[in-house]
């Protein structure tokens, strides 16, 4: 599976963003589905997740309230959709899939990584 995201970019504090995550090379209808993100000098953290049917949610204390996770199987995608954003939403988000970690913050239960999208909010 390979995974593509996009959709970061740069606004400002209270503003939104719509992140996307495609896949190719393999269906996701079967896959967990997670974004984490990473600031500079931090650790890669979990933000949302998406069970393989899309029937189940995680959603981090941080964020939770201010973004949604959806997912279409139909179209191999998984978007984040983020409002409300604030300046310590600042990252570079990724997106990542695994048959079985569903809602796993652990990087290593992943098997297949986007190569990541950076937001930047300003304040």
């Known amino acids: 599976v390979q995974l593509q995201a996009s959709g970061g970019g740069y606004v400002q504090a209270g503003g939104s963003l719509r992140l996307s995550c495609a896949a190719s090379g393999r269906t996701l209808s079967s896959y967990a589905m997670s974004w984490f993100r990473q600031a500079p000098g931090k650790e890669r953290d979990l933000v949302a997740a998406?069970?393989?049917?899309?029937?189940?949610?995680y959603y981090a204390n941080s964020v939770q309230g201010r973004f949604t996770i959806s997912r279409d199987n139909a179209k191999n995608t998984v978007h984040l959709q983020m409002s409300s954003l604030k300046p310590e939403d600042t990252a570079t988000y990724y997106c990542?899939?695994?048959?079985?970690?569903?809602?796993?913050?652990?990087?290593?239960?992943?098997?297949?990584w986007g190569q990541g999208t950076l937001v930047t909010v300003s304040s």
């Open positions: 990542a899939a695994d048959l079985h970690a569903y809602g796993s913050s652990r990087t290593g239960d992943y098997a297949y």
């Open positions: 998406i069970s393989w049917s899309g029937s189940g949610a």
